[in-house]
């Protein structure tokens, strides 16, 4: 797999990175964890090239990072880490259909030991990106920043980055410490940031990572009725997948579709292209815990879009249903 560097200053990874919460966290939840054969996909993602794997001590919660850290315990020289603070777990049970209570906690002491808890489950002495996971209103930016700032000062964390942030808050952190990558929900189901973060990350040589970049699975074509959803599933609290909101959604994944017909690809390998090709440093994260979705995602590095694939990719509607 070709690479690509997270910023202008970023360590290189390969252009489609592997987005690790799904085997510990969030979807399908009804279905046993098998860490062994996740274990295994991440194996298999650093041997086609997925370098970077994103996971969050949240998550789990806190069980993922702990996943991540067993599978490249033999390889770790092959990987580079980005993990995340800022999020904490209230309540493992007490949010909707009895998923883990979170809120953010930006607090600079919660950043100090966060980082040392995130390397000891990790099993490693740094992480090569260090995450702000979600900006906390009750906490100043610059605080949690110089914090993290510390960790890069200390040898903790080579280089930082921001999640889900405004462009006014990108500026706030740049002032302090340079920001090497944002990291935002960004997809042919979800364009925001194209107003305005992706931009200005484009012009200051900031890297992007869009996580879900599949639309949760619906760009794939996995789903085409909300009975399809596992149980236990956070899709089925999310608006765009309520069942008349996903009927009218399905021409969306079907022009996807068409367009990966024309040129012999898979739908989930045109929407991770279309990632590729909106930026010099656009690394999009997808999640699996299936070996064959994962060659699938793969692949999409060596999809090339033609113009009027992007034009017509870029044509798509906006979904119906609001994005949670």
């Not at 290189?12 to 979807?27: C, E, R, T, W």
């Not at 815990?289 to 009027?308: E, F, I, M, R």
Request: proline share 7%.
């Amino acid at each position: 797999m070709r690479n690509n560097t997270l910023g202008a200053y970023g360590p290189q990874v390969g252009v489609i990175g592997l987005g690790a919460m799904g085997m510990s966290f969030a979807y399908d939840m009804a279905t046993p964890r098998n860490d062994a054969a996740s274990v295994s996909v991440i194996h298999q993602a650093l041997d086609l090239g997925m370098t970077l794997i994103d996971t969050a001590d949240v998550y789990g919660p806190y069980t993922n990072e702990e996943l991540v850290g067993r599978a490249l315990s033999d390889r770790r020289d092959r990987a580079v880490i980005a993990t995340k603070v800022g999020v904490e777990c209230i309540d493992p049970t007490g949010g909707p259909g009895g998923a883990p209570l979170v809120r953010p906690n930006g607090r600079p002491e919660h950043v100090s030991t966060s980082i040392d808890a995130s390397l000891r489950r990790l099993g490693t002495d740094h992480v090569e990106l260090y995450q702000l996971h979600r900006v906390d209103p009750r906490v100043p930016i610059e605080e949690t920043w110089g914090a993290m700032a510390e960790a890069v000062a200390a040898g903790k964390a080579r280089h930082l980055g921001l999640s889900e942030v405004t462009v006014e808050q990108i500026q706030r952190a740049q002032a302090m410490h340079p920001v090497t990558t944002v990291q935002s929900e960004f997809s042919l189901w979800t364009r925001d940031v194209q107003a305005e973060v992706l931009p200005y990350c484009t012009q200051h040589g900031i890297g992007l990572l869009p996580y879900s970049p599949l639309g949760r699975g619906f760009l794939a074509g996995r789903f085409t009725s909300f009975d399809e959803l596992p149980h236990n599933d956070q899709r089925r609290r999310l608006p765009r997948f309520q069942q008349d909101n996903l009927r009218a959604n399905l021409d969306i994944a079907a022009k996807v579709r068409d367009v990966a017909d024309r040129i012999d690809a898979t739908p989930a390998q045109v929407a991770l292209a279309w990632l590729v090709a909106q930026g010099p440093h656009v690394v999009p994260i997808p999640g699996t815990k299936t070996p064959k979705y994962l060659t699938d995602n793969a692949g999409a590095a060596n999809v090339q879009l033609s113009p009027a694939d992007i034009a017509d990719l870029n044509a798509i509607p906006a979904p119906v249903g609001d994005r949670y």
